[in-house]
């Protein structure tokens, strides 16, 4: 089994995760400070559901997949590829979105849930609206890496696992912050994990370009009428050089590097790194590198930017006072 292939969820999976463990303890924190404990059920029913329902869409995407590709059509060879690379082209804008988003609102994170649960609280349904807040907390981060795994479905087991392994540290440091008091220093955490998350992003923009390849490749090849539509095809003789839509080689690193090798192997998971490159991926990928790393850092600043006397930075202070 392909390991590495785990890395890229289990970053994705551990950020979204930590998230959703800070709703989730800032929720309970409430409902403690406010003598609502008896509400707690309602908490881990979201929470339980809420994963739950994460792995049945993450399943009927793997289905679809597999029941689309799979279907008796002269396109059948061109389906799969295509669908991935659309399930990583919505994977790109959920996860660059909620990277910015999140930078730029963790200040307000803690006022903005508490504002939500106490309006909950104040209705006729309490339970149901902490069920669904936490709920659709859980979902929304496990519907991005959901996508992921969509993204990467040739890579079986491993994304898969990757996720389940995020979800349980992330678990495990909620438990650290919330039960037992422990501080992290939360700001660099996620500046940590949105620099490698941006680093995903621009790998998976790769990918996602050599399955759309991949798929006008397939359409040209089986039906005459599109062999048009790959307008590189005829201007190269050698066959590994050739390219539907991506223009020409920009390298070969077959030999020296592989891609299902250590390190290659690592460096593709990580970065979306391919040993062979061609034209317009290696124009795409330093543009949405620097394109996301650009909004990522300057949401750092708008945080930064703040007066000082609002300004505590999102550490285990900051979480030892949701308490």
């Known amino acids: 089994m392909d390991f590495s292939a785990a890395i890229p969820t289990f970053v994705i999976t551990l950020r979204e995760g930590v998230e959703a463990a800070l709703v989730v303890g800032i929720v309970m924190a409430y409902l403690k400070k406010s003598g609502k404990r008896h509400l707690n059920l309602w908490v881990y029913t979201g929470i339980a559901l809420g994963l739950v329902a994460s792995a049945i869409v993450g399943n009927f995407f793997g289905w679809a997949v597999k029941a689309l590709s799979g279907a ?3 396109y059948s060879g061109a389906i799969e590829p295509f669908l991935e690379a659309g399930f ?3 994977a790109i804008a959920l996860l660059s979105w909620m990277l910015v988003w999140m930078t730029r609102n963790a200040r307000n994170l803690k006022s903005q849930v508490e504002g939500a649960i106490g309006s909950a609280l104040d209705s006729k349904t309490a339970g149901f609206g902490v069920f669904s807040l936490v709920f659709f907390a859980i979902l929304r981060e496990g519907f ?7 993204g990467k479905f040739e890579q079986g087991l491993g994304p898969t696992l990757g996720a389940i392994g995020g979800v349980v540290v992330a678990v495990f440091l909620g438990v650290l912050m919330f039960r037992f008091g422990v501080r992290l220093d939360l ?3 996620f500046l940590i994990m949105g620099i490698f998350l941006v680093m995903i992003i621009a790998g998976l923009a790769v990918t996602a370009l050599g399955n759309f390849d991949a798929g006008m490749n397939a359409m040209a090849s089986i039906d005459r009428k599109s062999a048009a539509l790959c307008f590189f095809q005829e201007r190269f003789v050698r066959a590994g050089d050739r390219s539907c839509v991506l223009g020409s080689m920009v390298w070969n690193l077959s030999r020296v ?3 299902d090798r250590f390190p290659g192997i690592l460096l593709s998971a990580l970065f979306g790194y391919m040993q062979r490159l061609f034209l317009v991926q290696a124009i795409a ?3 949405f590198l620097g394109g996301i790393g650009m909004l990522y850092f300057k949401s750092l600043n708008i945080g930064s930017a703040k007066p000082k006397a609002s300004s505590n930075k999102m550490s285990g202070n900051s979480i030892a006072s949701q308490k």
């Open 88 to 90: 990583s082209v919505v």
């Open 72 to 74: 008796n059509s002269q």
């Open 144 to 150: 991005e890496t959901v996508l992921f795994i969509a």
């Open 285 to 287: 990928y330093p543009l």
């Open 257 to 259: 590097l592989p891609d």
């Open 187 to 189: 700001k660099k955490f």
